[in-house]
């Protein structure tokens, strides 16, 4: 589990138009609509559940 203090920076690196409309809407879900777009979010078991699942579309780094 991460602490609550831990920050990550999440990219979308690759497009969603082929991608299974579940994924799509958990890119959605995160806020990142268009290649290169980012977001930084407390790293919590929601977001880390999210990005696991679409993991080969984005890129992850610690803030």
């Known amino acids: 589990m991460a602490k609550k203090s831990d920050q990550i920076k999440i ?3 690759k497009s969603t138009i082929a991608i ?3 994924h799509k809407k958990i890119v959605k879900a995160l806020g990142l609509t268009k290649i290169n ?3 930084v979010f407390e790293a919590n078991d929601a977001i880390l559940g999210m990005v696991a699942k679409v993991n080969y579309l984005l ?3 610690n803030v």
């Open 37 to 39: 777009s980012f977001k």
């Open 11 to 13: 990219t979308l690196v």
């Open 20 to 22: 299974l409309p579940a």
């Open 59 to 61: 890129k992850v780094e």
